[in-house]
């Protein structure tokens, strides 16, 4: 990936740091006060807590809590529940998605697909319609009343407590499905016509051509978008938001994320809502690495 | 069997792009019936053909503000994209081409910082924007935009592609600085990738939804899809806020479906560069 630079006369060696500390410096000053900074901050804050005393009124002294918040977090139920929750949702999700792009991508390039760009167009367009668009669009679809689907399914109840999790899930697949068939279908695309031929020659049909060459060939890639999507499952926000406003079966606390929005904005305890943010952040870290460990190691 | 085979791939893929499809079209249906219509007529037929009159409901509600979000999403997402590509490509193009110390350990924070959730910090950057006294300004939503650690990993692998060795050689020979070497060089050969990590951005900041939410009490301040979500949330006492949302939506999605679909080659590139690498 690296270009080799070549040795060079010393004199010339300031200048091209200089030019180095130009082109890179802009991003990591940024970097700095807009990721490391405020991280920092988060940890910092975590630390304290706002006891008041008395009635309250200017009488909140800021105390040294050192691990307390955490504790206070992680025996917190609504934020505990807050990560079943995303159990849940990603025991549902994650095999939907990536069962259903990858199903997509080996469909199209069974060789079997007509208007194969058409298709491909059609299937990733709801990944351009941002977030909340997404979120309000399918509020109406499951809004009884306004909803042309409601009523041809018998009355569901798409926001009921026990439903809303399949259908915050269904609004993400409804996002994410075509975007990952389409890495999906590139990564199949780059596969050598030699080993597909060769699994002819060997007689396996195309299920199985497409279950035991394949799809072991575009591993990287699928690990890849399992990664991504334990990220953003964890981080789970703007669709539970949008449908909170109409369903009965949202809490404010729902997910982790909207558990820290909750404390600092609903109860402006940021030292809880400080943790809260440091515990996500940490257990993506902790995920993403052994994603990609056990992605290397088969 | 053949024509079997060929006939259920078909299908499938029908009745997938039914799925992603459908929501699409009744959002176009929805959006040229009166609020009447919006209840008493079937999903997906027309009523009376009321689309001029949302549209002018859109714009007239609170002044025209619809329009106002519409800019600032546009200031937001355009303006933020452009420079944050800029300093993007920048970084990844030296990532790729220069040797330093501690280089690679320096990329490493660039790759751990992909991983970092954007909502883990977007709460710590609102406390720490309030101390500094930028909350609630344009430039707290601009601002931290900016950071794409993602396409700094995403230069440097299509710099490598793009721009070879011996031609920033032939620039230098020529006594051309390095700063000369990278405009007038580097840089031209890099649109291709400037235009995919643009996009990627551009995409990212127009989905943003938190950090507006966080940091903007100020009405005027609102991207579009933190302004639909207000209104949204008075639709529950007044439903003819739902027909300003479904129309509003309708207005956001066309002009990214309008750009996504004519620069198609470019955030293919990105995507495939960016998974199989």
């Known amino acids: 990936m690296t270009a080799d630079t070549q040795a060079r006369a010393p004199g010339e060696d300031w200048r091209r740091r200089g030019a180095i500390l130009l082109f890179v410096g802009p991003f990591f000053a940024l970097f700095a006060a807009v ?59 994650i095999p939907l998605m990536i069962g259903g792009a990858l199903g997509l991508a080996l469909l ?20 351009i319609v941002p977030g909340v668009i997404a979120g309000l669009i399918w509020l109406y679809l499951y809004l009884p009343g306004i909803s042309p689907i409601v009523d041809l399914l018998g009355g569901v109840n798409f926001l009921g407590g026990d439903q809303v999790l399949g259908s915050v899930v269904n609004i993400a697949l409804w996002e994410w499905v075509g975007y990952n068939m389409i890495i999906y279908f590139a990564a199949l695309q780059a596969i050598p016509a030699e080993v597909l031929e060769a699994a002819r020659m060997d007689g396996a049909g195309a299920i199985r051509t497409a279950l035991s060459v394949k799809v072991p060939l575009i591993r ?43 404390e600092a904005f609903g109860n402006n305890d940021y030292g809880q809502a400080g943790a809260a943010s440091i515990i996500l952040a940490l257990l993506a870290a902790v995920l993403s690495y052994v994603v990609t460990r056990w992605g290397n190691r088969r | 069997m053949k024509w079997m085979s060929r006939a259920t791939v078909n299908v499938l893929l029908i009745v997938a ?55 600032n999403s546009v200031l937001y997402a355009g303006v933020g994209a452009a420079v944050s590509s800029f300093i993007t490509v920048m970084c990844g193009y030296a990532f790729d081409k220069y040797q330093w110390f501690g280089k690679e350990k320096m990329f490493g924070l660039v790759l751990l910082g992909v991983l970092v959730p954007t909502t883990a910090t977007a709460l710590p950057l609102y406390l720490l924007a309030s101390k500094v006294g930028v909350v609630n300004t344009f430039w707290a ?96 006492a007044f439903p003819e806020f739902h027909s300003l949302v479904i129309t509003g939506s309708l207005l956001s999605v066309v002009p990214l479906l309008v750009v996504f679909m004519s620069l198609q080659r470019f955030w293919k590139a990105g995507m495939t560069a960016g998974s199989v690498k």
């Not at chain 1, 990287?220 to 009965?248: H, Y």
């Not at chain 2, 919006?38 to 009523?47: E, R, V």
């Open chain 1, 35 to 93: 990721i490391v900074a405020p991280l920092a901050y988060a940890v910092y804050l975590s630390l304290f807590s706002e006891k008041s005393s008395g009635l309250g009124f200017g009488g909140a002294e800021t105390v040294f809590v050192g691990l307390g918040n955490y504790l206070d977090t992680l025996a917190d139920r609504a934020f505990t529940d807050g990560f079943l929750i995303i159990l849940g949702y990603c025991l549902f999700y």
């Open chain 1, 108 to 127: 199209l390039d069974s060789g079997l697909a007509r208007a194969k760009k058409f298709f491909q167009l059609a299937l990733f367009m709801p990944h």
């Open chain 1, 220 to 262: 990287g890639a699928v690990i890849t978008t399992v990664l991504f999507t334990i990220i953003g499952s964890l981080q789970l926000f703007t669709e539970p938001m949008v449908l909170d406003n109409v369903s009965d079966g949202i809490v404010s606390t729902w997910t982790p994320n909207m558990y820290a929005y909750n």
């Open chain 2, 17 to 71: 792009t039914l799925y992603t499809l459908l929501p699409l079209t009744w959002l176009l249906f929805a959006s040229t019936k009166s609020l009447s219509d919006l209840y008493s007529t079937p999903g997906f037929a027309f009523g009376d053909f009321n689309l001029i009159a949302n549209i002018r409901a859109v714009s007239a509600e609170n002044g025209g503000i619809f329009f106002r979000w519409y800019l």
């Open chain 2, 141 to 236: 939503v601009f601002i931290p935009v900016l950071v794409h650690p993602f396409g700094v990993y995403l230069a440097r692998v299509l710099s490598s592609g793009y721009v070879p060795m011996e031609v920033l050689e032939a620039a230098r020979s020529d006594g051309a600085g390095e700063i000369r070497t990278f405009t007038r060089v580097a840089l031209p050969m890099l649109m291709p990738a400037y235009v995919t990590i643009f996009l990627f951005q551009f995409t990212a900041i127009w989905n943003n939804f938190f950090l507006p939410l966080v940091m903007l009490n100020d009405q005027r301040l609102y991207p579009l899809s933190l302004g639909l979500f207000t209104w949204e949330k008075q639709g529950n």
